[in-house]
Structures are given as structure tokens and as C-alpha cells.
């Protein structure tokens, strides 16, 4: 399976692995809306890529992901350094169609490489609190980047009682 470009993998030899943490964004942190500038100006890369979910429109006028339990591969802490080693201790996922009813989720792979900065403010936008009740959660899975699987956050909601599920698995502006 290949999406749109080749993937464009962050290679720079002064970021350690340490420092390195990849985010799967849907929907307001993608390119052109709203969130992106304020909360992804500092990324090294950003490629589209792909997720398997459920996506939905809610009637709050923002998207919402839901992801099969049996793909979640690790759940966001409250230590950003913590949560990149843990996405580098993986190593390659398998990227394979999960049983039932789920669609290709397209977006974006945004590249940190200070997850101590660039990973908060996102956690508070998002409303993600590991150790309580959260909007979103921020869980670890396995997205496709060209040819390339490799491990990223994203962020689900857990629950979803409102909104539209998006077929097409692309979230767009809302008119």
C-alpha cells in the first residue's frame, strides 16, 4: 500500500532517538486549519499519512477518531520523553486491515524532536490527562507513511456519543 508521496522520514543526524516523537494529527492540527500554526510550527516533517479508525464529525464542529482496541500498541503518560523512548522501543508495527467495520484514516505524520515543548500544549489542547478523565486520549498505533509503518501517537476519543461518521476517512473543514 502506498498513499500519495513517499515518506519523507526524519533523518537528521542531530536528533537522537531520544528526542524524536511522531504525531498522527486529523484533523484542526493538520496543514491549513486553525490549531496547525499555533501547535506544529516547531516540527521537523510532516507527511500524509494513514491510520485505521472510525473518523467522525462531532456537532461541536471538530473531528473525533476511534481506534480498535487490539491496534492501540502503548497509552500516553504525562512524561513526553518517557512516551518517545517508548515510541522508539517498538520498532516497525505491522500495518494490516484490523477485523470489522473500519476505514482508512487519512492525516498527517507531524515529527517532533522536542517533545518536551512541542507535546504539552497539544495534551492541553486535546483535553488528554493520563492520570484522569480526558476528551482524548493519546494512544500509541501504527500508521503508513508511503511505503514506511511506523509507530505514532494519536489522539482517540474513547467514547463517542454525537456526531457523523466520515466515510472517506478525511475530515475537512467545516463550512
Given amino acids: 500500500m502506498n498513499i500519495e508521496e513517499p515518506s519523507k522520514l526524519n533523518t537528521n543526524p542531530e536528533d537522537t532517538p531520544e528526542t524524536i516523537l511522531r ?18 510550527a516547531q516540527a521537523r516533517s510532516i507527511e500524509a499519512a494513514v491510520v485505521w479508525g472510525r473518523l467522525y464529525h462531532l456537532h ?23 512516551d ?6 517498538i520498532g516497525k508495527p505491522r500495518f494490516g486491515r484490523p477485523t470489522g ?54 489522539y482517540r476519543m474513547p467514547r463517542i456519543d454525537t456526531g457523523s461518521r466520515l466515510g472517506s476517512g478525511v475530515w475537512h473543514r467545516p463550512c
Fill in 60 to 82: 461541536a464542529g471538530f473531528p473525533a477518531l476511534e481506534v480498535p482496541e487490539g491496534l492501540i500498541l502503548a497509552r500516553g503518560t504525562a512524561d513526553p520523553l518517557a
Fill in 101 to 154: 467495520d473500519w476505514d482508512l484514516i487519512h492525516g498527517e505524520l507531524v515529527t517532533f524532536t522536542d517533545p518536551q515543548r512541542d507535546l504539552p500544549p497539544i495534551d492541553r489542547l486535546e483535553g488528554f490527562r493520563p492520570d484522569g478523565h480526558s476528551m482524548y486520549q493519546r494512544v500509541m498505533v501504527a500508521v503508513l507513511s508511503g511505503r514506511t509503518s511506523i509507530t505514532a501517537w494519536t
Fill in 23 to 40: 504525531l498522527f494529527v486529523y484533523g484542526t492540527l493538520k496543514r491549513g486549519y486553525w490549531n496547525h500554526q499555533r501547535f506544529c
Fill in 84 to 89: 518517545a523512548r517508548k515510541q522508539q522501543g
